[in-house]
């Protein structure tokens, strides 16, 4: 049974560039979460999404930044016009259900903008 | 602001004895917390959780003391091992704001032989 997927593992771009980060979450889970770490902090949530649906992107940046679950296919968090300040690891995390089953994590993408 | 805060970057325990990682939050709303176990490279590893209606869950070598008066918990290892070794984080959530996790900034538990 596959655990949640990430790809690429590492993601190095350019200022002004876009990054895109793909997620596929764990068979049967239908609930998908990101999550940013900078380094030494913590894990801090960005959305959470369903199915063709965003049900909470309180902690995304307001500009520059979205993401999608589509009805086929993986998650895609998207950062347009990348600045060296997000520069991270970025994770992903899925679930079965909403608010009382327990995230399982993926390895996560570590984007490097240079 | 940080709502969940380990105070402790990191902690250095002998093999064989308990490790024990602490964790507090503000936000009075939060029911349930779970503990998380990170690696170098890998993402957070589900460890062991608990439901605000429960001051204690025990699984195998680990236990977890929730203290709501205090807003307080705690991670107990007994007795640690190497392979303990990691970054733990503690979370948690609000019913009601549908799956969202809080984390702290993480402990780093060091075993040595």
């Known amino acids: 049974n596959a655990g949640v997927m990430q790809n690429p593992r590492h993601l190095v771009r350019r200022r002004g560039q876009e990054a895109r980060l793909r997620c596929s979450p764990m068979?049967?889970?239908?609930?998908v979460y990101w999550y940013r770490q900078l380094p030494e902090e913590g894990l801090k949530f960005m959305v959470y999404l369903q199915k063709e649906n965003i049900i909470d992107e309180s902690g995304m940046p307001k500009e520059r930044f979205s993401a999608e679950f589509p009805k086929e296919g993986p998650s895609i968090l998207r950062i347009q016009q990348v600045v060296r300040g997000d520069s991270a690891a970025y994770f992903c995390?899925?679930?079965?259900?909403?608010?009382?089953?327990?995230?399982?994590f993926g390895p996560g993408t570590r984007l490097t903008v240079t | 602001d940080q709502q969940v805060k380990q105070n402790s970057p990191s902690l250095s325990v002998q093999e064989g004895r308990i490790s024990i990682l602490n964790c507090d939050y503000t936000n009075s709303m939060f029911d349930y917390f779970l503990w998380y176990k990170k690696y170098p490279a890998e993402g957070p590893t589900f460890l062991i959780s608990i439901s605000s209606i429960k001051d204690k869950n025990e699984d195998g070598r680990f236990t977890v003391f929730l203290n709501k008066s205090a807003k307080h918990l705690s991670l107990h290892i007994v007795p640690s091992q190497p392979g303990d070794s990691a970054v733990y984080f503690c979370?948690?959530?609000?019913?009601?704001?549908?799956?969202?996790?809080?984390f702290g900034r993480g402990t780093q538990l060091t075993v040595w032989p």
């Open positions: 068979k049967g889970h239908s609930h």
């Open positions: 979370a948690a959530n609000r019913g009601s704001t549908l799956g969202r996790l809080y």
């Open positions: 995390a899925s679930s079965p259900r909403g608010s009382d089953y327990e995230q399982y």
